[in-house]
């Protein structure tokens, strides 16, 4: 558990990570797209990958994955929206992968599924759907080190954050200081909503259209980033 001391310092130090969703770069140059939000300022990079099953689209194979690792040292953060994720553990980790999540729902033993992550050398997280209630989840939360809470319906770029999930996010904030995993959010979030996702304790962020639509990544990271600070303040 993070102690009282870290934790209140790492707010000071605003440690705050924006994790761009490559899904929503421009994959026609998809090269040059990594190594922009890796110059501009980026933590990690969020790969969304999708089986057509769990999510009605598919995206992010291998290939992807081969072409994120060659073009950044940023840690992946690979977010699986697969149905039985257990059955891909090491083939993501051997990917490079270096925190995974998981959809309980999506698992045989969401669990079991979470330790095979750890014991495969990556961070484990789940992320949990805007239907899903926190209490539904409350005992993998000591076994991860990231929780992705969605703030729209998995499977788009692109689409409106959902403010009524603000609540689930302050009880989210009070768990993450409790058991010390970093609390990220998972779509919809811009510069007009982050703060309001900062301020229930969110310190990580995953950003897609916000930031590839935007003509300068750079400045959009450091107004992300000044946008919480505030809130953190
Ligand atoms: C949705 C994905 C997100 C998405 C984020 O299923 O998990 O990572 O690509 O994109 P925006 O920020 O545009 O909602
Ligand atoms: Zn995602």
């Given at each position: ?15 705050i990570n924006i994790r761009p ?16 939000v890796?110059?501009a300022g980026a933590d990690y990079?969020h ?142 979030i ?14 990580d962020f995953v950003v897609?259209?916000?930031l ?8 959009t990271i450091?107004?992300l980033r000044?946008?919480c ?5």
């Amino acid at each position: 558990m993070l102690s009282e001391y870290k934790y209140w310092r790492n707010i000071m130090n605003r440690q705050i990570n924006i994790r761009p969703s490559i899904l929503c770069a421009n994959h026609g140059s998809l090269a040059d797209e990594i190594k922009s939000v890796t110059q501009a300022g980026a933590d990690y990079i969020h790969i969304d990958v999708m089986d057509g099953s769990f999510v009605p689209n598919f995206g992010c194979g291998s290939e992807i994955i081969k072409t994120v690792k060659a073009h950044t040292h940023l840690p992946l953060d690979v977010h699986l929206m697969i149905v039985k994720p257990e059955r891909y553990i090491h083939f993501f980790r051997e990917m490079g992968a270096d925190v995974i999540y998981i959809h309980p729902e999506a698992c045989e033993n969401a669990a079991d599924t979470l330790t095979k992550i750890r014991s495969a050398g990556a961070a484990p997280g789940i992320a949990i759907n805007p239907g899903t209630y926190v209490e539904q989840v409350l005992n993998l939360l000591p076994l991860c080190d990231h929780v992705l809470a969605m703030t729209v319906e998995p499977g788009f770029g692109g689409q409106a954050f959902m403010p009524e999930m603000l609540g689930k996010l302050e009880e989210l904030g009070l768990l993450a200081r409790k058991h010390g995993f970093r609390l990220c959010v998972d779509g919809g979030i811009s510069v007009d909503n982050i703060k309001k996702t900062a301020l229930c304790g969110v310190t990580d962020f995953v950003v897609g259209n916000a930031l590839f639509k935007s003509a300068d990544y750079a400045k959009t990271i450091v107004a992300l980033r000044t946008v919480c600070g505030l809130a953190m303040a």
